[in-house]
């Protein structure tokens, strides 16, 4: 994937929901049903993270977990931040969180 800067609409039409763009950053939250699901949510989301050398800005707060993702080298969306973002709704079907 590219380091290439994308638009913030092209941004949000590649991924699905709950994914939005905020003030430039692609973001999401994600209930689970406790601080254990959300820890292990959060262990996988890493895994697919250091697979791809990108690595997001994760909150976890009891049951949500919330996620930004920028590519700060470039200081702008990019492809990488979309196939992370896909990366991790896939991640989220297979836990049933969406």
Do not use: C
């Amino acid at each position: 994937m590219s380091a290439l800067p994308i638009s913030e609409s092209e941004a949000a039409r590649s991924v699905p929901g709950p994914w939005q763009v905020a003030d430039g950053v692609l973001v999401a939250d994600y209930t689970t049903s406790n601080m254990v699901k959300g820890g292990e949510f959060v262990a996988r989301i890493i895994d697919a993270a250091e697979e791809l050398n990108h690595h997001p800005d994760i909150d976890l707060r009891y049951s949500t977990v919330h996620l930004a993702l920028l590519t700060h080298s470039v200081g702008a969306l990019t492809e990488l931040d979309v196939e992370l973002a896909q990366a991790i709704s896939e991640i989220a079907t297979e836990l049933g969180l969406g």
